[in-house]
């Protein structure tokens, strides 16, 4: 047995949407009548101090201008030094958080 897939998915949201929006007519009723619904959303405490962040986050620029003008000064002067030690700790701590 196969059927047809051809977006007919929007037009049963769609219906979906009436039925729940409207309500069965009685045996003498001429209109189906509009169901009174309020939703409502409550947010924990959590969620609400993600948004937050989320908030400052958007707010912050991208790109630290100071910090790349130092690095970059300090690429050209040839004071920037690399430490590979810290590089490889930073990289096996990554490694930890991602295999979970």
Same mark, same amino acid.
């Given at each position: 047995? =196969?059927?047809?897939?051809? @977006? @007919?998915?929007? $037009?049963? /949201?769609?219906?979906?949407?009436? /039925? ?5 007519? $009685?045996? @003498? ?6 169901? +009174? $619904? /309020?939703? =409502?959303?409550r947010?924990? @405490? +959590? /969620?609400?101090?993600?948004?937050a962040?989320?908030? +400052?986050?958007?707010? $912050? ?9 130092a690095?970059? +000064?300090a690429?050209?002067?040839? =004071? ?6 810290a ?14």
């Amino acid at each position: 047995m =196969s059927q047809k897939i051809d @977006g @007919g998915i929007a $037009a049963a /949201a769609q219906l979906r949407s009436v /039925a729940i929006n409207t309500k069965v007519a $009685a045996a @003498g009723d001429a209109k189906p009548k509009p169901i +009174e $619904a /309020a939703d =409502s959303v409550r947010l924990t @405490g +959590e /969620a609400t101090q993600l948004q937050a962040v989320q908030r +400052e986050l958007s707010a $912050a620029p991208a790109i630290d201008q100071a910090r790349v003008q130092a690095v970059r +000064e300090a690429l050209e002067n040839g =004071s920037y030094k690399i430490n590979p030690d810290a590089i490889a700790t930073r990289m096996l701590g990554l490694d930890q958080q991602l295999q979970g």
